[in-house]
């Protein structure tokens, strides 16, 4: 039940912010493979909010399947959590992919890691979104937002 909350919720704030917040950043990439799913990891630090919220958007093609995988590394309370989700649909956001806690009246610095996986067996080149919510419900900005490695 928690989780069909925090759906519900994640979609009313996405539908109140018009799905992309005024200082949404959005970095673009690609990722080529062979025969093997090759990923892209992306570190984030968000300070001061209560989740962190990615999507990824196929850029180019309409074969691939990309997949973004979101996981806290700090603080310890959402260290090892998060979620999964995938992109269908060529030049749309995936749906979002959260770590933190909806529910909560704490703001947090929430550190952790996105992993883009290309799924096809194609070249793929995308736009990954990630952006703070605050407990307030304002949106910014992480701190940190960058490319650590890619494949």
Aim: aromatic share 8%; charged share 15%.
């Amino acid at each position: 039940m928690p989780r069909v909350l925090s759906v519900l919720t994640l979609a009313l704030t996405l539908v109140t912010l018009g799905w992309l917040p005024a200082t949404a950043t959005v970095k673009s990439s690609n990722v080529s493979c062979g025969n093997n799913a090759c990923s892209e990891i992306w570190q984030f630090t968000c300070l001061n909010s209560k989740i962190v919220l990615g999507r990824v958007r196929d850029t180019v093609g309409a074969d691939d399947t990309l997949l973004l995988t979101m996981v806290g590394s700090a603080p310890t309370i959402f260290k090892g959590t998060g979620e999964t989700s995938r992109a269908f649909t060529p030049g749309s956001f995936s749906d979002g992919a959260v770590v933190g806690n909806f529910f909560t009246n704490q703001a947090f610095t929430i550190s952790g890691f996105a992993v883009v996986t290309n799924l096809s067996n194609t070249d793929s080149s995308y736009d990954l979104d990630i952006f703070c919510e605050e407990r307030d419900g304002p949106t910014h900005d992480p701190k940190v937002f960058k490319r650590v490695q890619d494949d």
